[in-house]
């Protein structure tokens, strides 16, 4: 099938050898096109080339019945972490294998997508703020694990650790939590309180160190600029490292009382600059180069009123990738005044 090389897709097998319009032999038949691949056609003035017609696979998530099933996993896991939390709030701690129930069917749901970016969008909703915050940053401390290439039981216990590292705000004020201004300094030191009644908390409930370190330790800082302790580097445990970046990312991209949502990949770059003596470099680095390629195909509206289609992400600056907007590219590397508002559901 012949098609534009705009309409390339990483995973498209060539069916024939590509040449430029200066007949340059750019890549053999039968390769298996990566985004640097589409990236070099394109810059080597390559139109049109020819990929082998397989039957389109359709992305897991735009499937009604797995949309369903993803939703019904979200559900559970956020209805159970409200559950959880009055529990802890009226004993003190919670029932472990409560947890264990609702967080083991349903990580292994989200094993079966790698659209890690979809589920974030499909988690766009405006259920209570600290469930629905817990669930996200579960399932991404349980996808960096994976991306770090930790077994599965560690992929679990840490996704676990990511679900549970707030279950101490049940011991503070909602009407503190909920303030929609900004904090005194007294109470700023209230809400710092929450790590260690965490921390408290999963040592009443479970045999676990690692989870009640990730809960007390997730907001300390490698410069020794965080709290309760003011820890730095090695002595912030390594899955309060992961909850820390999948913490972050998942409040700056939510909406609450007090804030806006901002764009993902906005986030995602001051992630990037909170890696140079914030957070781990090593989880940072991990958690944008496997998220990064999940923004190519999505529909994207500009500053400018345009809608778009991210087509790849830029070599030269990979938070401002190529949008194609009405048959026209637009290089965000390029046009700086051009920028991604929103990002939307395929």
Known sequence: MRVHVSDLKPGNHLN????????????PKGSLLQINDIAKLMQLGVDYVDIETLEEEVSPLSRPSIIQTVTTSFDTMIDGFESLYMEALLKGSFNQSVVNDILQPSLQTLDKHKDVVSLLLLLDRE??????????????????????????????EIGRAGYLIDIGKCRISPSLLNKPGK?????????????????EIIRNSMDDSYTALAALQHHEREDGSGYPSGLSKVDIHPYAQI????????????????????????????????????????TVQAFIQHLMPNFIGKRVLLNTGDIGVIIM??????????????????????????????????
Request: glycine share 4%; with cysteine; hydrophobic share 40%.
């Open 16 to 27: 024939a050898d590509a040449y430029s319009s200066r007949g340059l032999h750019v890549l």
């Open 127 to 156: 259920d209570n703020y600290t469930y629905n915050h817990s669930l996200q940053v579960g399932m991404l401390s349980y996808y960096i694990a994976i991306w770090l290439g930790y077994s599965k039981q560690e992929c679990y």
């Open 183 to 199: 904090l005194t300094p007294d109470e700023f030191e209230e809400i710092k309180l929450h790590t260690k009644y965490g921390y």
């Open 243 to 282: 909850a820390a970046v999948a913490d972050i990312y998942s409040a700056m991209t939510s909406k609450r009382v007090y804030q806006s949502k901002q764009e993902l990949i906005s986030v995602l770059r001051e992630i990037n600059n909170l890696s140079f003596g914030k957070l781990n470099a090593k």
């Open 313 to 346: 992400n830029n070599l030269v600056d990979i938070f401002r990738p190529l949008v194609k907007v009405d048959g026209m590219f637009v290089d965000l590397s390029r046009e700086r005044n051009v920028a991604i508002v929103e990002i939307y559901m395929d």
